[in-house]
C-alpha cells in the first residue's frame, strides 16, 4: 500500500459544479494534512491545511478530515476554470512530507 | 528572502558531468526538502534536513546524489557523473519544524543530454 493514495484523475467537471478530491493514507500517527495545487510547468502552492477530524472552509475550497478512516478530501465549490489544475495531497510521515501522485481536475466552461 | 529561492532556473548539462542545486530557504525555516519531479510524474522524495538533526537520505535514488546544508540554511544538491534519466525538475521545498506548512521554490529544470 502507497503511503498517500489519490485517484489520478483525470476528473472532469463542468464549471460552477462541486469537485471532489480524495485522499488516503496509510500512517495513522499522522497529525496534519495538505492541499497543494500545482498548474502545469509551476511549483506546488500550499492552499489548504486541516489538522482536526472534521471540515475546515476557506472561501469555495472546504478539507475534511477523518482520522478513523484515514481519509482526507477537498471540496471545491463552484468550480471555475481557472481551478483546472493537478492537485496534491501531503501528508508528514516518519518526519518526511509524503506526496501523493496528485488527481489532474478540469473544469470546463 | 520572502521565498524559498532557488538556483539555477534552467540547467543542461552533458552526460557524465557533475551539477549542483541551490536552495535558499524562507528565513526561519529549519526543516528543508528536496523533491524530484518527472515530465507528468508525482513528487519523489530525495531528502529532509531538519534543524541540526542527521538528515533523511532514504529518498536518494543512489550514490551519485548527495545533498548538504551549511549552516541550517542554504542547502545544495549535488548530482554526480549525471545520466538521461536525471533529467526533471528538482523542488525545494522549507517549513517550521515538522508537520507545518512547507512552501516551494520555483524550482531548477535540469535537462542531461
Known amino acids: 500500500q502507497k503511503e498517500v493514495e489519490q485517484n489520478s484523475g483525470p476528473l472532469s467537471v463542468p464549471e460552477g459544479a462541486i469537485a471532489s478530491l480524495n485522499c488516503t493514507y496509510s500512517?495513522?500517527?499522522?497529525?496534519?494534512f495538505f492541499w497543494y495545487r500545482q498548474y502545469s510547468g509551476k511549483s506546488p502552492e500550499l492552499i489548504m491545511f486541516?489538522?482536526?477530524?472534521g471540515d475546515k472552509e476557506d472561501g469555495r475550497f472546504t478539507a475534511q478530515l477523518n482520522k478513523a478512516s484515514q481519509y482526507v478530501s477537498l471540496l471545491i465549490r463552484d468550480s471555475q476554470p481557472s481551478d483546472s489544475a493537478t492537485y496534491l495531497c501531503?501528508?508528514?510521515?516518519?518526519?518526511?512530507?509524503?506526496f501523493g501522485q496528485g488527481t489532474e481536475l478540469s473544469v470546463k466552461p | 528572502g520572502a521565498g524559498v529561492s532557488q538556483s539555477p532556473s534552467n540547467k543542461v548539462t552533458e552526460k557524465g558531468k557533475d551539477v549542483e542545486l541551490r536552495c535558499d530557504p524562507i528565513?526561519?525555516?529549519?526543516?528543508l526538502y528536496w523533491y524530484r519531479q518527472s515530465l507528468g510524474q508525482g513528487l519523489e522524495f530525495l531528502i529532509y534536513?531538519?534543524?541540526?538533526?542527521?538528515?533523511?537520505k532514504s529518498g536518494l535514488p543512489s550514490d551519485r546524489f548527495s545533498a548538504e546544508r551549511t549552516g541550517g540554511s542554504v542547502s545544495t544538491l549535488t548530482i554526480q557523473r549525471t545520466q538521461q534519466e536525471d533529467s526533471a525538475v528538482y523542488l525545494c521545498?522549507?517549513?517550521?519544524?515538522?508537520?507545518?506548512?512547507?512552501?516551494f521554490g520555483q524550482g531548477t529544470r535540469l535537462t542531461v543530454v
Open positions: 521545498a522549507s517549513s517550521y519544524p515538522m508537520n507545518t506548512e512547507a512552501f
Open positions: 500512517d495513522r500517527g499522522s497529525q496534519s
Open positions: 486541516i489538522y482536526s477530524n
Open positions: 501531503a501528508v508528514p510521515q516518519g518526519g518526511k512530507l509524503i
Open positions: 528565513s526561519g525555516h529549519t526543516a
Open positions: 534536513f531538519q534543524g541540526n538533526s542527521a538528515p533523511d
